[in-house]
């Protein structure tokens, strides 16, 4: 399985991609919007975990222009954000997000959800 984590925190690349790799997991990291649209398109992953506040190009819209694109609307996108409130939650549902997990988090809640969703 191949997992693009796409934040601009090195702190929440470090907890998620060794317990990721473990399970076998081939992970791409990318630090802004620009770069996960990006690679997404090249690399196309069978799930992404996506920030919302990016640099460059925000998570709501990454998640937008790839879920409103045939080639790539079927890849899982789970938005880890700090942005807490039911509006933000709401938005991210609205523009394709397959699951919302507010931070701080629990790694192994990000891993079953991962799971949860590949497994679908």
Known sequence: MKILIT???PT???????????AGCEVIVATDGQQALNLAKTEKP?????DLMLPKIDGYKVCRMLKFDEKYKDIPIIMLTAR??????R???EVGADAYIKKPFQPEVVIDEIKKLLNR
């Open 46 to 50: 069978d799930l992404m975990v996506l």
């Open 91 to 93: 938005l991210g549902k």
């Open 7 to 9: 934040d601009d925190s």
């Open 12 to 22: 929440i690349l470090k907890i998620l991609t060794p317990p990721l790799v473990e």
């Open 84 to 89: 807490t409130n039911e509006t933000d939650e």
